[in-house]
């Protein structure tokens, strides 16, 4: 009977499985290696090791309504798009509204999670704390990993041929905090990811030269959408999900480049994806094309090859006088603590059930939160995937939860999970080292296990201006708490006045 629950971190996934841990009569303990909440929210002046880093100009890319806690709306006046240390404000808020700060360990590092002797039997955990330099291990009958996936850079610098005589300096994004010390300099950014573009945009504005580098293009979309709404209310809906189920492919195809070209045509700016109906990871960047435009940032090719000053690029180009390199390259899956690395495999890509849970488990006592990347958020997405978890570990009625008498008790179905990435259509797949899918889909496939998805039939018959408004209106986290367990009675108020806080 799992009763103790052991939380990593206590970013917006870890406080989202406090609360959904209490919810659920467990007791749960979180241990924080920092002195703060807020994960990768959470601003530093320096890169700390062992935690997610950010700059000090980040902005997110969802808006309020689509991001928050499913029972915890931002305040009305906030805007759609919030500053780092707004949303921080935000997360303490939530934290001490429900209580959470009493179950976190502060300054307390995890350092080992082990099977115990007796786990096939028991599902427990051994884990190993360190505070102080003393180390304590306490037992668990649940672990919940909650570490985020931006905390181990990707720093390819040495595929890059020619890198160890070039005598500039060159650093990981992750190193990059404000833009004043590159004033004057010639600098290239690897990358034309959500970092990488943010970064080369912001030191267009200080540097005498930006270039970005990219292997294969990308799709950049704006924060502001058509007539001014938040892009992720227009478009992360149940309509255009089911759009995209019933279109041709063909069709779907068509839409989608027609859409993501829009606002300016990616072609002309150098951006176009090699494979431009691939459903590739976009980038959430509203002065991009305008700094193009300007010539403060201009776009490259991969790099061939780096020389002493100066960079050849795979057109066979050369820049002269480079002075710094930034390596946007993303970052790696790394679970350091984890005594049998076997468990959760991370050498190409991540194999978990319904993207939570390891496969090979004997128990189902171990969840993975927050690794998924969507079109959505993540504070709802982990907080439905906290709510899943939990009612696993509870051995409640799961979806696809059957095991073998053959092989030990290991899960009979699971789903390895594949990149995906969905705009219009859920048959398309793109290519990334993350976890992607379509969020209204898996979010779906969550609630429809623990019995909190939207009953569309009976709402058009009972409520329907609410129906219209779920089936229509955007994918807003109030509609997993609108009914079945853990119900919020604020939802259906919430989701009929999306529209109105989005433009107050």
Known sequence: ?????????????????????????????CFERSEDIGGLWRYAEHAEEGRASIYRTVFTNSCKEMMCYPDFPFPDDHPNYMHNTKLQDYIWKFAEHFDLLRHIRFKTLVTKIKK????????????????????????????????GHHVYPNFPAASFPGIQKFKGSYFHSREYKEPEKFR??????????????????????????????????????SRVWEHGYPWDMKIVTRFQTWLGTVL???????????????????????????????RKEPVFNDDLPSRIACGVVVVKPNVKEFRETSVLFQDGTVQEDVDVVIFATGYSFSYPFMEDDSIIKVKDNVTLYKSILPPQLEKPTLAVIGLVQSLGAIIPTSDLQCRWAVKVFQGRRILGLKKKKKEGGKYEKYVQCSPIYIFLSPQRYGSSNTLQMDYVSYMDELATAIGVKPNLPKLLLTDPRLALEVFF????????????????????????????????
């Open 1 to 29: 009977m799992v009763r103790r629950v052991a939380v990593v971190g206590a970013g917006v996934s870890g406080l989202a499985a406090i609360k959904c841990c209490r919810e659920e009569g467990l007791e749960p303990t």
């Open 116 to 147: 115990r002797p007796d786990f096939s039997v028991t599902g427990q955990w051994d884990v190993v704390t360190e505070k102080d330099g003393k180390k304590e291990t306490e037992v668990f009958d649940a672990v919940m990993i909650c570490s």
């Open 184 to 221: 004057g300099k010639k600098v290239l950014v690897i990358g034309l990811g959500n970092s990488g573009c943010d970064i080369a945009v912001e030191l267009s504005t200080v540097a005498s030269q930006v270039y970005v580098s990219s292997r294969s293009g990308s799709w950049v979309m």
């Open 248 to 278: 041709p492919r063909a069709l779907s195809d068509w839409l989608y480049v027609r859409r993501m070209n829009w606002p300016f045509k990616h072609e002309n700016f150098g951006l176009m994806p090699l494979d431009g109906t691939l």
């Open 473 to 504: 209106g955007p994918c807003t986290p109030y509609q997993f708490r609108l009914m079945g367990p853990g119900k919020w009675s604020g939802a259906r108020r919430a989701i009929l006045t999306q529209w109105d806080r989005t433009l107050g």
